[in-house]
């Protein structure tokens, strides 16, 4: 399992794929939702509803099925 590289906490699928499509699609390290959120000084929410929009459009980086996010 991955750990964000900034706060170390244990992440989840949604949360990789985040950062390989909003900052580096070829990326080794990943952060969490809350240190994300810093980075673009945005909330979670927003970042989740992306992440939602993103699955929607078949951006294959966020499951479908949600059993996998974890």
């Given at each position: 399992m991955s750990c964000c590289k900034q706060c170390g906490t244990a992440l989840?699928?949604?949360?990789?794929?985040?950062?390989?499509?909003?900052?580096?699609?070829?990326?080794?390290e990943y952060l969490c939702l809350d240190c994300l959120a810093?980075?673009?000084?945005?909330?979670?929410?927003?970042?989740?509803?992306?992440?939602?929009?993103?699955?929607?459009q078949g951006c294959t980086l966020f499951p479908s099925d949600r059993t996998k996010e974890n």
């Open positions: 989840k699928t949604v949360e990789v794929g985040l950062t390989m499509k909003l900052i580096d699609r070829g990326a080794k810093a980075f673009f000084s945005c909330d979670r929410e927003l970042l989740l509803k992306k992440a939602e929009q993103f699955r929607k």
